[in-house]
């Protein structure tokens, strides 16, 4: 009997686990071309790759970059500045995904100020429901700025991909929240 | 002045130093108290005139006025709107006439529309060194008479006296501007 209680209990406990460690389970997600507002050119081909391969370690099912660029060029929406509503529709149709990111990419760079070098990134994510084309969330998440011990000893400034990283990963943390509500 | 009360204004000293402002603000706030905020469900961001040297800058302030404005209404997106710019040939905003931004407001089934200007985006210099400043204006306008209804001017700077002297709490320009967008957004919440 006991051995039932517990085998219940674990049963429910791996029902109950993707609502609790909050996997977006079996939904499709496709990460459109990032815009890019830096003189960086390729900073956000860079934040799109990143913001990728986080989802796919969240284990969340994204389509291949090459097929989501290939049915942009086969629909003529090469440009995503003017990707509107009915446009993310067609591409979540097309593609069968549930979810869409979008992105742009505000700074992607080393300023400098206080004579001091320091990264500086900022991203700006929104989700957009691939059936009905409405904004589900957009955040901006951002980091930068010299560490205690890059200002008084002098140590190197953590690298722009590795900032990049954990500002993703923050921002997809946000932007999911609203997929697992 | 006796040991005890040195200490005391040493210590003074130090907690004003301390707990001093991080940064260097200002604001301006105009609101038009006759106008019923209630009534917007939906809004348009157009593009923001730049009069700074970096050519991104209307575009990142565009973009930090969307993602702060989601808690507060419904926005176009920024595709649709700069495809409708598009296709009435409006390549600058200042060009915009009030019968324009009804059509616009028509098109889009929006009930206001956001401007701005971005004044400074980038460096600021004082002596040797240089430190980040933003200063933005962002309004609203109704679409009916075309008038200004809401209007924030937010100045931030990252040259605050810590980080001159000790190089403490030095900030990013997008963190600024973020600070400065969210605050100006804040006047608009408060109403």
Redesign the interface.
């Known amino acids: 009997m006991d051995k039932l209680k517990i085998l219940g209990f674990l049963l429910l406990f791996l029902m109950c686990s993707s609502e609790l460690f909050g996997k977006p389970a079996s939904l499709r997600f496709v990460v459109l071309p990032f ?1 890019n ?2 003189q960086n050119p390729v900073a956000s081909e860079v934040l799109r790759r990143i913001t990728l391969q986080k989802l796919v370690e969240l284990d969340v099912d994204v389509v291949e970059i090459g097929e989501v660029d290939r049915i942009l060029v086969n629909e003529d929406m090469v440009n ?6 009915n ?2 529709v067609r591409i979540a149709n097309l593609l069968q995904a549930d979810y869409i990111v979008k992105g ?1 990419v ?2 992607f760079t080393l ?6 070098s ?1 990264p ?1 990134v ?1 991203v ?1 994510l929104a989700l957009i429901e691939g059936k009905t084309g409405k ?1 589900v ?4 998440e ?1 980091e ?3 560490s ?1 011990a890059q ?2 000893l002098g140590t190197e400034p953590e690298p722009l991909n590795e900032v990049a990283k954990g500002v993703v990963k923050r921002a997809l943390y946000k932007l999911l929240r609203a997929v697992r509500r | 002045m006796s040991w005890k009360n040195l200490c005391l204004f040493s210590l003074l000293c130090i907690v004003i130093l301390f707990l001093g402002p991080s940064h260097v603000y200002s604001k301006e706030v105009f609101v038009n108290q006759s106008f019923d905020f209630g009534t917007i469900k939906k809004v348009i961001v157009l593009p923001f005139v730049n009069l700074t040297e970096d050519r ?1 800058a209307g ?2 302030i565009r ?2 006025v ?3 404005l ?1 808690e507060l209404v ?2 176009v ?4 709107v ?2 409708v710019l ?1 296709r009435m040939n409006v390549s600058d905003v200042r060009e915009l006439a009030a019968e324009q931004i009804k059509e616009i407001c028509k098109e889009l089934k929006a009930d206001a529309v956001i401007t701005g200007v971005v004044y400074k985006y980038g ?1 600021a210099r004082s002596g040797n ?4 400043e933003v200063v933005i204006t962002i309004n609203m306008v109704e679409p009916e008479g075309g008038s200004i209804v809401w209007s924030v001017t937010e100045r931030k700077s ?1 040259g605050s006296f810590l ?2 002297h000790f ?2 709490g ?6 600024l501007a ?1 600070e400065a967008v969210r605050d100006a957004i804040k006047t608009l919440k408060n109403i």
């Open positions: 815009e507002f830096t995503v500045s003017f990707i509107g509503k446009e993310f742009a505000l700074s300023e400098r100020n206080w004579n001091i320091y500086s900022t700006n904004m969330s957009v955040v901006v951002t930068g700025g010299p205690l200002v008084y | 991104s575009d990142v973009y930090l969307v993602s702060e989601q419904e926005t997106f920024v595709g649709d700069d495809r598009k460096e060194i240089s430190y980040p990252g980080a001159k190089g403490l030095i900030r990013t320009l997008n963190e973020i």
